[in-house]
């Protein structure tokens, strides 16, 4: 079914991080080479986006006026005379990221592969703690470190979430603990998940950077061995 044109754009503007965006119209913008307009129908909303719209993230701090939360689907609704891929009507997902053009692929595992096959170098045979793993970046942090032979101690709070990160591995490489949130047990089972209980070669943290304190890095760290290393992303 056609989605109806409007006339207007309809959009959240955020002016201020002091004062809450406000519903307002804009003009339409209008297609230039190479790009197309789309008719935003649905945008993700964030755990994190009170704090986007405050300004207390500050990776996320952008110039303002602006409207927030650019990643959305929708659908095409005018195109320059030289696209070639769309047409107006074509559902679509609009990512904001900056990619390359010819390989966008990378930017999927461009983060954790800096993580983990750079500042890591993890190795075959190696021992890495990932915590917490469920996530994006901590999944393909695991994924990584599994596809170069290294063995991978997932952590995180939800055995659910885990065990469905098992099932779908299905790697022998791979195991997981949960945490209870008592350091001396939750330490005491990730020793007891290494090779021999003798500790871990590597410790990647992925906590959130809007959360006040890495929930797991110290129980993490204290499962190292001598020699180890840690990352944290």
């Keep these: 079914m056609a989605t109806e044109k409007s006339s207007v754009n309809r959009a959240l503007w955020l002016s201020s991080f002091t004062e809450p965006p406000k519903i307002v119209d804009l003009p339409i913008p209008e297609a230039t080479a190479g790009t197309g307009i789309v008719q935003i129908l649905a945008v993700p909303v964030v755990p994190y986006n009170k704090k986007v719209h405050l300004g207390e993230l500050p990776l996320l701090r952008e110039s303002l006026p602006l409207v927030p939360?650019?990643?959305?689907v929708g659908r095409i609704y005018t195109v320059e005379s030289d696209a070639t891929s769309f047409k107006?009507?074509?559902?679509?997902?609009?990512?904001?990221t900056v990619q390359a053009r010819d390989n966008d692929t990378i930017k999927i595992m461009a983060v954790a592969g800096g993580a983990i096959l750079e500042a890591a170098n993890v190795s075959i045979g190696e021992i890495a703690v990932v915590g917490p793993c469920a996530g994006s970046f901590g999944g393909l942090a695991v994924e990584l470190a599994l596809a170069i032979g290294g063995d991978v101690i997932g952590v995180g709070r939800f055995k659910k979430e885990l065990k469905n990160m098992k099932d779908i591995l299905d790697n022998a490489q791979f195991a997981y603990v949960?945490?209870?949130?008592?350091?001396?047990?939750?330490?005491?089972a990730i020793l007891g998940a290494t090779k021999n209980e003798l500790g871990a070669d590597i410790v990647s943290d992925w906590s959130p950077g809007c959360l006040p304190e890495p929930?797991?890095?110290s129980t993490m760290v204290g499962t190292l061995k001598n020699d180890g290393r840690v990352v944290l992303s």
Aim: hydrophobic share 35%; proline share 11%; aromatic share 8%.
């Design 69 to 72: 939360n650019p990643n959305a």
């Design 88 to 96: 107006p009507e074509d559902l679509v997902y609009a990512d904001s």
């Design 178 to 188: 949960v945490m209870t949130g008592d350091q001396e047990v939750d330490t005491a």
């Design 215 to 217: 929930p797991y890095l």
